[in-house]
């Protein structure tokens, strides 16, 4: 990094004196203010490069900018005060990250959070609570079982007898916090293998015993997992993780509206169950949001064929489970509550810094079967929470989600998630409405996928033949390829790309342009802006 | 809670306009001012607190505080705003969670950080940066391969050249961030089953296929982990989760220093290979910085065997490695480098707040059996850090551990660590010379354990028979636990306890009082006056 002209020039050097510093917190008015002084940097310094540089990042190709962090020796004695560090990262750092704040960065489930989320995370830094154990996080821990009740309870909607049987219980578990989406849909399948694969005569189940001796006294040789052929890759890295095999996460397919076809479902259980006798069926997930088109898995219809044929079902809604708060569109989640298990992540539309993902069990008694003691901490009969997580070491986030639940209240998320709602069917009326482009998936929570599709294409594409049509759509995909990268690296804005598999039985994926609305300042006018901007980058181009 | 004098009683509203105030950043000198006020009361209102309240906190039984914290239902409109909400966590929250920053908190591997790391957590909280993907990084995915590569370099140690090869090279990882050092151990044992039972023929390797397929390729029947009576609980969970079955990480002997006894290790391979050729080592896991105890497993000459039998070894060094900084000590991890992957955290020995783990690779290709891809994201060939690891979605911690590491150098590391080492060696030679205690494990690196041994007893087990001698350690477990518990209780100091297997073959496990100095300022005099209060206990009590 360039030195500062500001930057103090003097020999560092690490010493005990220097040392027991750091740790003392300040006793006087003086370095009071200087801790004071560096939160302010902090806040005003990045607000000020937050203001001056819209859109993601100012553009430095990343083969140029990885050149200058190719150092890899510590060195021995301090390179740079706290004050310079901070400036570093203010001047050096933050004008090369991407701003995910912006209201022009649509493209990725990351936006912009409401400021106290940051006084929040302090708080949450400066007590450093650890709460796999009371012994380091007491009232914390207590507060957890708290929080994880308040969400529980928007999920499943139990009564109040029943939350007031668990709310405290140490006996019993309504959900774990963990780091994110994927590990919650690591865990609750963790779970669902485990109640499968439970203990039987003289088998300890497959947690003790392994998946050879499970399959052996079970008499199967493969446990699958169906989903949607949308689902998020997570599942696929769970499914290797826990010994069943990705490739036994079996894709349904999904109809014309991006959701699960209910019959595709029912038919595959159906057909393992009458001609794969050594096949059982682990979960059937079901998805509030996907990833790719932001589409809703119809899950009552979900529910009540594992209902029917008695199997686990989980739903990721990472995503969508938010939506839960709105009165106007909760409608969209209906049949959640009959899920085994639900996902859902703090940090995507609850506002949350990274990184907060969360997993919801209907039952109380369900994460039972991942249990694990240790001598030290989490002994048996005790309340510690980590004695079903899947991490152990674990930072107090549900501090942060309870403070914003009280800040917010439902109300005020509704507010938000109405927003993206419905400005995303704005910016599809607008799609819709403009000769370039083609509306791909139509939103139906704020997430909506859309292509650059010029109109002498367009005729072509309707008089080719299959050569002729795959062709086209490999040009079509280029033309896309390239205006979403040559936005992203003008700056400006940020839209993001995926490729969905809409031309079945054709293997050729098409590219489209996908726009993801949580920002509350994200307006109609800026995707305008952003379309135009398509445009004259396309005009320029092609 | 009880409503605080000063908080406003207006009634509060979820509108748009109090919703925009939160996501756009003060405008105005006032505004401004207000922000930076939050940050003086989360700042000095929490260090009002932890200078108020010695020891780890203050009484009150969890049970009365759990009846504080049964209100389930998420309100609709904002219950408080958000100078309240700090107040509240400041005033009400504070006070009953554990003062892990005290230097009379002796008990656990958390502790007092030096203050800039509460700074450094904001700002990746303001930042906000998910770096599953460059497209929400950018250049913190770049500073994330750095990093890894500093420690990288300081466990492994390799030539220039090599880290000019990989710090920023897209396909190859020395090692990645996870939450803790339980998923770092799940992430070295999910790469070594997956390099183990790797593709072979149309088998296409344990990840795709499963553990029941693999099984019959390798035509073996069991997958087993080596690893010290000793080892962390989480070694277990991988081997549940991982579908080995936790039944099959098998504890080998410790030897009189609690260390892995090498000759114990040597004969169960030999035995493996041996008699049951149906059996495959798929690690040996040596621990550098037992949980319990602190000691350190002879790391090269595991290495050695490891190598002859062509065996995985990794290296559980959560608590010790961040040993390699102190010059003086370092050779206690002798052999280290010789690993296949090591475990650290962050949250641990380099003081960083709660929830840093890693694990790192030797040979920088080792990751690509735990790769995965996604449309949207992390791409074939592109350089997302999300590609190899076993979350999605995560928090910049690298931001905070370079910049510790710029601020502290390895020297500083170092002095916090050779303190931590010799007061631990102090508090030997002080329990050594009180007649009410008995030294148990003497500390190797900053831990030991201890217990009350009342002279009377000590005479009486000399000359017990066999039963007689099981009733007198049942008595003294009796004593240790309630001292321990009593002394937590009275709020003043915290020792942790656990229970050591030391009177083999007997089944009994002995209670010990478990100390771990890790905070500057705990002195021997701290640690004098907490064996006093113990022996005042004692006497009061029996």
Redesign the interface.
Known sequence: MITKKNQSTKK?V???D???R?????EDDAA?CK??K???Q???G??DF??KHVG??EEVP?KK???R??????????????AD??TD?VED??P???N??SPYFV??M?S???????????????????VV????????S??E??VL??I???IFNKNEAF??QH??NPNTALGTF??????AN?TAL?VARNRLLCPFKDF?G????????A?QVYGI???VVLVSALH???L??A??????????VLPVEIDSNNRIDITALEDKIKKIHAKEKKTKILAVVGIAGT??TGTVDPLRNIANICSKYGIYFHVDAAWGGPTL?SEKYCHILDGIHLADSVTI?G?KQFYM???C?MVYFKAPEQMDV?R??????IRPGS?DLGMKT???????VS?ILD?A????????Y???IEHGIETARLFAEEIRSRKLFQLVTPPELNILTYRIFPEHLSRKLTVADSIEKERINEELNHINLTIQRLQ?EKGNS?V?????ALDKPSAQ?TVVL?AVIM???TTIEILRQILDEQERIYDRTF
Chains 1, 2 share one sequence.
């Not at 499914?239 to 036994?248: D, Q, S, V």
């Not at 694990?372 to 901490?377: G, Q, S, T």
Request: proline share 3%; aromatic share 8%.
């Open positions: 560092l690490a010493d005990w220097a040392l027991m750091v740790f003392i917190r300040p009071e801790l004071l560096y939160m302010e902090i806040l005003f990045l607000h937050l203001k993601i990042t990343l900018l990885g050149t962090f190719t150092q890899t020796k510590i060195r021995k004695h301090p390179e740079k005060k706290l560090v901070i990262l750092i933050a090369y990250a991407v995910v704040a493209g990725h990351t912009a959070i409401p400021f106290f989320m940051v006084h929040l995370k302090t708080i949450a830094a400066a007590l450093n609570q650890n154990k009371l012994e380091t996080s007491k009232v914390v207590v507060l079982k708290q009740a308040k529980h309870r928007l939350y007031r709310v405290q963990v780091e994110d989406g994927t590990l690591i963790w300890n497959v947690e003790s015993d392994g998946i050879q001796r399959f040789n493969r446990c998020h890759y997570s696929k890295k499914g290797g993780l826990l010994g069943i095999g990705n490739k036994n990833t790719e708060m992540d940090h810094p990274m990184s993902g991942v694990y003691y240790a001598n030290y901490v309340a899947l991490s152990g070491s674990r930072e107090a501090l403070s639940l009280k800040i917010m209240g439902t109300k005020g509704a507010l938000l992203r940020f993001s790309r995926t490729a969905l994926k996908r920002n509350p300042m």
